[in-house]
């Protein structure tokens, strides 16, 4: 009986550490994607400089600028979805990690129930051998008298 539940906190612990996991790919996912925008606005940037310094990257810039801005757009809208997806894989796996602490805390009781009761079953044991040899002593005590 004490080890019914050792089944469950594994399967949930695997559970626990898949969300981790996924977790942590969708940090390293808007990482990727921050670094993306970063590199993009440095991109921008540069080209503002060329496009102030050449006529030819002036003419050239308004469309650069238009898809680039998209681009940008893009990569904002990845990033919120990105980010609301860590909400809620955080919340989720904030759900399956308290699931495996109640099983670990109902496992820890019925380990602690269990162990009382052979505590019990031995002092009972104990009790009635004590209790035994102090009859036999008193008869034998009574017998020799």
């Known amino acids: 009986m004490a080890g019914d539940l050792k089944a469950l906190i594994r399967y949930h612990k695997w ?3 898949e969300k ?3 977790l942590a ?3 390293s996912l808007a990482e990727r994607l921050r670094e993306q925008l970063a590199a993009l606005e440095a991109e921008i940037k540069a080209e503002q400089d060329a496009a102030r310094q050449s ?4 003419l050239t810039f308004a469309n650069y600028i238009a898809q680039a801005n998209f681009r940008k757009k893009t990569l904002a809208s990845s990033i ?3 980010d609301r997806q860590i ?3 955080t919340d989720e796996m904030s759900e399956v990690f308290q ?3 109640r099983y670990e805390i109902a496992q820890e009781e019925r380990n602690r129930r269990e162990k009382e009761k052979i505590r019990q079953r031995e002092t ?5 051998v004590a209790a035994s040899g102090f009859q036999r002593r008193q008869r034998e005590s009574g017998a020799g008298s």
């Open 99 to 101: 699931e495996v602490k």
């Open 87 to 89: 909400d809620v894989a």
């Open 25 to 27: 790919d969708l940090h």
């Open 20 to 22: 981790r996991r996924a």
């Open 15 to 17: 559970r626990l550490d």
């Open 55 to 58: 006529t030819e990257a002036a």
């Open 80 to 82: 919120a979805q990105v």
């Open 124 to 128: 009972a044991m104990f009790d009635e």
